[in-house]
């Protein structure tokens, strides 16, 4: 991982706030052979006496679920917006352009969870993403048990103990407080992620430059 002190996220808060809005993530193990596997699921995070937890389900008898079965160790990547940034819009030019981005990298070990753990995530899961609402028809409990009794079987519910977190916000940190709010400007002006990427830097500017030149954002506001 990119591994400089300026592109870290200080306040777990962000780090969790980044998995809750970004929950799609990137699932990779390996065999014990070294072949690798990977497959992109929702997780659901839970924080349980200090410790993150990650919960999710996979297809059973594919590729990754056979290499989890043989070798638990794994690794979920979620990544926020990215952006391309260009040196043209720093105060000095004449060096590299970059991109910036926000990554969570989570190692630990998958374990299996029984029939009941599965039913219960199930609930969790497709009551978190239908926004609360019980009576929504792909709640768990309103599924058509002809449904559900084909597709239990088929999936595998899993927990990881995040062992290991590491990650990094790179969002032009190192760049002096004119390229800063140019670079702001600039992809906030592009719109799509690099406007997100742009927001996300807003939040980070008074803290960057408590003496700074007085700045509402009002070019943000629009």
Do not use: C
């Not at 065999?31 to 059973?60: C, K, N, W």
Request: proline share 4%; hydrophobic share 35%.
């Amino acid at each position: 991982m990119y591994n400089f002190s300026y592109f870290k996220a200080k306040d777990k808060k962000d780090i969790i706030e980044l998995i809750e809005t970004h929950p799609l993530a990137f699932l990779t193990g390996s065999f014990l052979s070294g072949t690798q596997v990977a497959t992109q699921i929702p997780v659901l995070l839970e924080e349980r006496d200090g410790e993150l937890y990650l919960q999710g389900h996979i297809m059973r008898n594919t590729d990754h679920h056979k290499a989890f079965v043989e070798n638990p160790n794994a690794l979920l990547v979620f990544t926020g917006p990215n952006a391309y940034v260009s040196a043209s819009w720093y105060s000095n030019p004449q060096i590299g352009s970059t991109w910036n981005y926000m990554s969570v990298h989570i190692n630990g070990k998958i374990n299996f969870m029984s029939d009941e753990g599965l039913v219960q995530l199930m609930r969790k899961l497709t009551l978190k993403f239908e926004g609360g609402n019980t009576e929504s028809q792909t709640f768990y409990d309103n599924l058509p048990d002809t449904f559900v009794s084909k597709m239990m079987p088929a999936i595998a519910g899993f927990e990881i103990k995040a062992e290991k977190l590491e990650n990094v916000f790179k969002l032009s940190q190192n760049r002096d407080e004119k390229s800063y709010l140019n670079i702001m400007e600039q992809l906030n002006a592009r719109g799509g992620s690099s406007a997100l990427v742009a927001e996300e830097m807003k939040r980070r500017f008074t803290e960057l430059f408590p003496e700074g030149e007085a700045w509402d954002g009002s070019k943000f506001d629009s």
